[in-house]
C-alpha cells in the first residue's frame, strides 16, 4: 500500500524558488572580484540564474552535461550552480590550489563541456584549456568592461552572455536522483576520484546542515561561508542557507584578516564557518588591532582538526561558540558537529576544551559506527578507536567511473579512511588516517596524539609521527620535527616532554629533527612522501 | 546521468534506530493511564517497538495492513507507531472524540485489523468492536494486574503480550513512498476523509518541522507535546524529537491546568505545542496560584486562530515565547509557523502582537500561494485574501478511496478550503473558511474579522457570522450571538460597538441572540448546521 503524498522531487533549484518566494528581499553581499561589495537578494538570483539555464540550454548544452566552475565564493558562483542544476546540468567545482595539470587531469575525466571562470583564474585556465578537449564554453564571471585582453579566445563575458538570456525558462522537471554536482576529492595517494552529487542528496544534505544541533542556521542569521564553494560545497551552505533565507556575505578571494574582519563587523555576520588556517589569520589580526566580534554568535570549524587554543580564544576571548566539525567531499560533506548535548552543556572551561577537541555527533541522516580490521563493531566507550564508516542519504555510493570501489562494502557503508572513537553520548573524535595509524603489536597507535603532544614541546613547530618497520613489534614510532626558528630542541628532551602523557608503548622509539615537512595541495602533512623518504631508517630500538 | 549518492530510503524507523544510537539515554517520561508519572529511554522504546513489531508479524498482520489506535499520548503509543510502522503495517491514529459510531465508520472504511487502546476508551471500544467487521486482535496498553474485568472479549494486556516477542526482529525493508500512518480528517460537512502518510512523508515533516525557524526543536530541547498523537500526528513531535534526541514529556489523558503545570515545573519543559483551549485552562491555573514558567521557551500554538491576549499573556507575563502555527491534517500537518523573520524581528509590545496574530510563513517543502475563484494568483500584499493553496512532499494528493477530488488540481496544488492573504514578507494570515465566507456583490466578507469582532462587545460571549441570501448583493452576514451570562446586549448596541472598525459594507445586515450555537466534536463553530438554521431567515434589508 502506497502513501497518498505528492510527489514533490528534492530538487535543488527548490531551494532558490524557496528562498525567492519567502524570503526575496534577503540580501547576497559578495566582495566581487573587480574590487567593490556588490548586493543582490534572492528574488535577483533565481532571477539570474534562471537565465543561465536558459543560455546553457539554449547554447545546446544537454541534461547530465558537467559545468565546471573556478570561482571564489560570490553570487555570481550561486547563480551559476542554480542555473547549471536547474537546467539539468552538473556543476563541477574545481579547486584553484591544485597544479594546472591535475585540474586538467579532472577535467577531461569528468569531460566537463563548459567553464564559469572567475578573473583570477584566467592565467589557469590559460594552461588548462589547450588540454581539455571537451571543453566548448568558457564564461568569465564579469562583464565586458572588465575583460582583460589576454582572455583565453572565444571566452565571454558573463553579464552580456546573460543578458542575452531568453526569459521565461522553466526549471527542468527531473527526477531527484539525477545529478546536480561533482566534486573530486584531492587525494593524498592515487588519482583523484569524482564525487557524483544528486538533487536528492544535496537537498537532504541542506535540510541536515540546517537543524538545531548541527548548523543551527535561520531567517535572522547572515552567514559568511568562507570555506569555499570549490571545497566540498562550501559544507553546504550555499544550499542550508537560502533554504532558510539567511543572509549570505561572500568573501570573493580575500581570506586575510582585515579583509574577513571587515566583512564580519560591517555585514553584522552572525555565523561562520572556514578552515582553522584561516581562523589562524583573523586571530592575529583581531589580537594586533584590540578589534572584537560582537554580531558573531557562532563559527564552525572543521577541514583538519581545530586547536584547542583557537577554541579557547573565541569563546573566552571574543564570546563566540565553536562547534568543531567534521565531514568528507564523500558525504555532501557534514559528517559530524560538536554541538553540545544536554550531557555535556553544563560544562565550561578545560572540561568543555576537553569536549570540544572532539568533532561531534551525526546529525540524522548520518549513521556512524567505528570497526575493528575484521570489520566488528567496536564499543562506544571514548577510547577504542578503530576504522570510521558512515552511511546515509547524503554519503557517496561509489565514485565516478567505479574508482576506489574497496572503500564500499555490501551493506552500504562507506570506510572514511578515517581512525576514530566514539564516547557513550556519542561523540566521535578522529585519531588518525587509517594508512597513517601506526600498528604496534597487533594495536594501532594514534599519530595525531602524538603529533598533538609533540608541538606542544615549547621549541618545536610542526612535528610528524610515522610508523618504522620493526623486526618485533612491526611498526614503531618515529617522530620528525621541525624546530621553531632559533631553538634547538633535542631528542632527549622532546622524549622527556612526551613521557607520562601517553602509555609507556605509545611513546616514540626515535626523534629526528628536519628543516621541512612536506604538506599537500591543501595544506596537510604528505605522510606517504614522509614514509618513503624514511622507508629504510632504522631505529635505535631495533 | 544519476547521482552516485547512496541509496538509503526515508524509513520512520530510521528516526527511532537514530535517537538509540546518538541519544539512546534520553528520557521520554509519561503520565500514564494508571497513575504513576513513568519514565523510560529511546535505547528501550527502539527496543520495545521492535518487539510490537516481531509480535504483529508473528500474528501474521502484514505489511499494508491498518493497525489503529486509539490512545493519550504516552511511551507505549510511540512504542505502537514505530513499530506498526517498522513491520510495513499503517498507523491509524482515532479520535476518541468522536461519536462511537464515526469511529466504526472510520475504521470500517480504513479496514483495521488491529486496534492498540488506552484503559480509558475501553468503554468507546466495547460498543465500536462489534461493529468493525475487519478487527482481528485488541491490544490493551497496559500490564496485566491493570486488565479491569469487562475489558472486550479476546483483549490482551501489551506488557505480556509484548513480553512473548521474540527478540532479533529486523525492520523491513521499504520503499519510503509506502504507507506507515492514516488519519481522517473529523470533516464538519459530509464522511470523514482518509489521508494516507508515507514513510517519506512523515521523514521530510520531521526534519522540516524542526528547522530552527519552524518548531526550532534540539537535543537540549525538553519537549510537551500537549496535542494529541491521534490529533493531525502531535503536529510531527513524535518524529521531530527523536530524530533530534530531545526529551519527550508525554501528558497522557490529563489536560487540566493543575497536570500541565505539574509537567511542565517537575521536568523543566522547554518546548510545548497545543491548542488555544489547553493554554486557556493552564493560564487560568497560573493566574490563580500566581506560579510561573521558569523553563518554559517557546509555545506553539495552533487549531485554531491563537487569541492575541493568550500570546500576549504568555509573553509578558511569562516570559514564554509564542509561535503561532497553522496547519491540517491533509499537511501532516505543519503549513506555516509564526516565528519572526529579520523584517519583523525588532517589533515589541503591540505591534509583534499584531504580526503574530497572522500564522507565519512556510518552511522550505511547502509552497503555498492565495488565489481567487478563478485560480489567479493574488498579490502579496497582506490584505487581499483568496483561496489558499498548497503543495509539497508532505501535503496530500488525494484522500483514501479517492474522496474529495475536486480539492486537488492538475498542477499538483491542494486547496486547503481556507481563505487567507499573504503579506510582502510572507507572512499569511487565515480569515476564514471558504465555505464560510460571505459573499457580497462580488466581494468576500470574512466571518472570521465580524466574530472576532462581535465578541469583543463586553456583553457577548460568543458570536457566529454566516452569509444570508439577499436578492440584490447575493449574501449578507448575519451576527448569531450568545448573551454572556446575565446580561442583555442590543442588536442596536452590538452595530454601534462594531460601527468604524471595519469597512461599511463589512457591516452585519442583522444580529439575532441565541441562547447556543453549535459546536462540532473538535470544538468549531458548526457553522453548516447554523446555516441550515437560518436558511430561510430574511434580512431587515431585503
Same mark, same amino acid.
Given at each position: 500500500?502506497?502513501?497518498?503524498?505528492?510527489?514533490?522531487?528534492?530538487?535543488?533549484?527548490?531551494?532558490?524558488?524557496?528562498?525567492?518566494?519567502?524570503?526575496?528581499?534577503?540580501?547576497?553581499?559578495?566582495?566581487?572580484?573587480?574590487?567593490?561589495?556588490?548586493?543582490?537578494?534572492?528574488?535577483?538570483?533565481?532571477?539570474?540564474?534562471?537565465?543561465?539555464?536558459?543560455?546553457?540550454?539554449?547554447?545546446?548544452?544537454?541534461?547530465?552535461?558537467?559545468?565546471?566552475?573556478?570561482?571564489?565564493?560570490? =553570487?555570481?558562483?550561486?547563480?551559476?550552480?542554480?542555473?547549471?542544476?536547474?537546467?539539468?546540468? /552538473?556543476?563541477?567545482? &574545481? #579547486?584553484?590550489?591544485?597544479?594546472?595539470?591535475?585540474?586538467?587531469?579532472?577535467?577531461? @575525466?569528468?569531460?566537463?563541456?563548459?567553464?564559469?571562470?572567475? &578573473?583570477?583564474?584566467?592565467?589557469?585556465?590559460? %594552461?588548462?584549456?589547450?588540454?581539455?578537449?571537451?571543453?566548448?564554453?568558457?564564461?568569465?564571471?564579469?562583464?565586458?568592461?572588465?575583460?582583460?585582453?589576454?582572455?583565453?579566445?572565444?571566452?565571454?563575458?558573463?553579464?552580456?552572455? &546573460?543578458?542575452?538570456? =531568453?526569459?521565461?525558462?522553466?526549471?527542468?522537471?527531473?527526477?531527484?536522483?539525477?545529478?546536480?554536482?561533482?566534486?573530486?576529492?584531492?587525494?593524498?595517494?592515487?588519482?583523484?576520484?569524482?564525487?557524483?552529487?544528486?538533487?536528492?542528496? #544535496?537537498?537532504?544534505?541542506?535540510?541536515?546542515?540546517?537543524?538545531?544541533?548541527?548548523?543551527?542556521?535561520?531567517?535572522?542569521?547572515?552567514?559568511?561561508?568562507?570555506?569555499?564553494?570549490?571545497?566540498?560545497?562550501?559544507?553546504?551552505?550555499?544550499?542550508?542557507?537560502?533554504?532558510?533565507? =539567511?543572509?549570505?556575505?561572500?568573501?570573493?578571494?580575500?581570506?586575510?584578516?582585515?579583509?574577513?574582519?571587515?566583512?564580519?563587523?560591517?555585514?553584522?555576520?552572525?555565523?561562520?564557518?572556514?578552515?582553522?588556517?584561516?581562523?589562524?589569520?583573523?586571530?592575529?589580526?583581531?589580537?594586533?588591532?584590540?578589534?572584537?566580534?560582537?554580531?558573531?554568535?557562532?563559527?564552525?570549524? *572543521?577541514?583538519?582538526?581545530?586547536?584547542?587554543?583557537?577554541?579557547?580564544?573565541?569563546?573566552?576571548?571574543?564570546?563566540?561558540?565553536?562547534?568543531?566539525?567534521?565531514?568528507?567531499?564523500?558525504?555532501?560533506?557534514?559528517?559530524?558537529?560538536?554541538?553540545?548535548?544536554?550531557?555535556?552543556?553544563?560544562?565550561?572551561?578545560?572540561?568543555?576544551?576537553?569536549?570540544?577537541?572532539?568533532? *561531534?555527533?551525526?546529525?540524522?541522516?548520518?549513521?556512524?559506527?567505528?570497526?575493528?580490521?575484521?570489520?566488528?563493531?567496536?564499543?562506544?566507550?571514548?577510547?577504542?578507536?578503530?576504522?570510521?564508516?558512515?552511511?546515509?542519504?547524503? /554519503?557517496?555510493?561509489?565514485?565516478?567511473?567505479?574508482? !576506489?570501489?574497496?572503500?564500499?562494502?555490501?551493506?552500504?557503508?562507506?570506510?572514511?579512511?578515517?581512525?576514530? @572513537?566514539?564516547?557513550? #553520548?556519542? #561523540?566521535?573524535?578522529?585519531?588518525?588516517? =587509517?594508512?597513517?595509524?601506526? %600498528?604496534?603489536?597487533?594495536?594501532?597507535?594514534?599519530?595525531?596524539?602524538?603529533?598533538?603532544?609533540?608541538?606542544?614541546?615549547?621549541?618545536?613547530?610542526?612535528?610528524?609521527?610515522?610508523?618504522?618497520?620493526?623486526?618485533?613489534?612491526?611498526?614503531?614510532?618515529?617522530?620528525?620535527?621541525?624546530?621553531?626558528? !632559533?631553538?634547538?630542541?633535542?631528542?632527549?628532551?622532546?622524549?622527556?616532554?612526551?613521557?607520562?602523557?601517553?602509555?609507556?608503548?605509545?611513546?616514540?622509539?626515535?626523534?629526528?629533527?628536519?628543516?621541512?615537512?612536506?604538506?599537500?595541495?591543501?595544506?596537510?602533512?604528505?605522510?606517504?612522501?614522509?614514509?618513503?623518504?624514511?622507508?629504510?631508517?632504522?631505529?635505535?630500538?631495533?
Amino acid at each position: 500500500m502506497l502513501g497518498l503524498m505528492q510527489q514533490w522531487p528534492l530538487l535543488c533549484h527548490k531551494i532558490i524558488d524557496h528562498a525567492a518566494a519567502q524570503h526575496s528581499r534577503r540580501e547576497i553581499v559578495s566582495r566581487s572580484i573587480e574590487g567593490p561589495i556588490v548586493r543582490t537578494t534572492y528574488e535577483q538570483v533565481r532571477e539570474r540564474s534562471l537565465r543561465v539555464a536558459a543560455r546553457l540550454a539554449a547554447e545546446g548544452f544537454e541534461r547530465g552535461d558537467r559545468i565546471a566552475t573556478l570561482a571564489w565564493n560570490g =553570487a555570481r558562483h550561486i547563480e551559476a550552480w542554480y542555473g547549471i542544476m536547474g537546467m539539468g546540468g /552538473v556543476y563541477h567545482t &574545481l #579547486n584553484p590550489r591544485l597544479f594546472p595539470d591535475q585540474i586538467a587531469w579532472i577535467m577531461n @575525466h569528468a569531460e566537463d563541456k563548459a567553464l564559469f571562470v572567475d &578573473l583570477t583564474f584566467l592565467p589557469i585556465v590559460a %594552461k588548462i584549456a589547450p588540454l581539455v578537449k571537451s571543453l566548448k564554453k568558457i564564461v568569465v564571471l564579469t562583464d565586458a568592461a572588465h575583460m582583460p585582453a589576454g582572455a583565453p579566445a572565444g571566452a565571454v563575458p558573463y553579464e552580456e552572455w &546573460l543578458a542575452e538570456a =531568453a526569459t521565461g525558462f522553466e526549471w527542468l522537471a527531473m527526477d531527484e536522483n539525477e545529478a546536480c554536482g561533482m566534486c573530486y576529492t584531492s587525494g593524498t595517494t592515487g588519482d583523484p576520484k569524482g564525487v557524483v552529487y544528486s538533487h536528492r542528496s #544535496n537537498v537532504l544534505h541542506a535540510m541536515m546542515a540546517a537543524l538545531p544541533d548541527a548548523m543551527g542556521v535561520s531567517s535572522r542569521d547572515v552567514i559568511l561561508p568562507v570555506v569555499p564553494m570549490f571545497h566540498a560545497n562550501a559544507w553546504g551552505l550555499a544550499q542550508s542557507a537560502p533554504m532558510v533565507g =539567511a543572509k549570505l556575505v561572500m568573501p570573493g578571494g580575500k581570506m586575510d584578516g582585515a579583509s574577513i574582519y571587515e566583512l564580519l563587523d560591517t555585514e553584522k555576520v552572525t555565523f561562520t564557518a572556514a578552515v582553522p588556517t584561516v581562523w589562524l589569520m583573523l586571530l592575529q589580526y583581531l589580537e594586533e588591532t584590540g578589534k572584537k566580534l560582537p554580531y558573531l554568535k557562532k563559527v564552525v570549524i *572543521g577541514g583538519s582538526a581545530c586547536p584547542r587554543a583557537m577554541t579557547k580564544k573565541f569563546q573566552e576571548n571574543y564570546d563566540v561558540e565553536v562547534i568543531h566539525a567534521w565531514g568528507m567531499t564523500e558525504m555532501s560533506p557534514l559528517g559530524s558537529l560538536g554541538t553540545q548535548k544536554p550531557e555535556t552543556m553544563h560544562l565550561t572551561g578545560e572540561a568543555k576544551l576537553d569536549m570540544q577537541e572532539k568533532q *561531534g555527533f551525526a546529525p540524522f541522516g548520518v549513521e556512524m559506527k567505528v570497526t575493528d580490521d575484521d570489520n566488528r563493531e567496536l564499543p562506544h566507550d571514548g577510547k577504542t578507536f578503530g576504522r570510521l564508516k558512515v552511511r546515509g542519504p547524503a /554519503v557517496a555510493a561509489s565514485y565516478y567511473g567505479g574508482a !576506489g570501489q574497496e572503500q564500499f562494502d555490501a551493506e552500504g557503508w562507506f570506510d572514511t579512511g578515517d581512525v576514530a @572513537h566514539i564516547d557513550e #553520548n556519542g #561523540n566521535m573524535q578522529i585519531t588518525d588516517r =587509517a594508512k597513517d595509524v601506526i %600498528k604496534s603489536g597487533g594495536e594501532w597507535i594514534s599519530t595525531i596524539t602524538l603529533e598533538n603532544l609533540a608541538v606542544g614541546h615549547p621549541d618545536i613547530a610542526e612535528a610528524a609521527a610515522i610508523g618504522i618497520r620493526h623486526p618485533k613489534w612491526d611498526e614503531r614510532p618515529l617522530i620528525v620535527a621541525v624546530a621553531k626558528p !632559533g631553538k634547538s630542541p633535542t631528542r632527549e628532551s622532546l622524549i622527556a616532554f612526551m613521557d607520562g602523557k601517553i602509555a609507556k608503548w605509545w611513546m616514540p622509539d626515535d626523534v629526528v629533527f628536519v628543516s621541512e615537512i612536506p604538506h599537500t595541495a591543501t595544506g596537510k602533512i604528505q605522510k606517504t612522501t614522509l614514509r618513503e623518504q624514511f622507508k629504510d631508517y632504522r631505529l635505535p630500538t631495533e
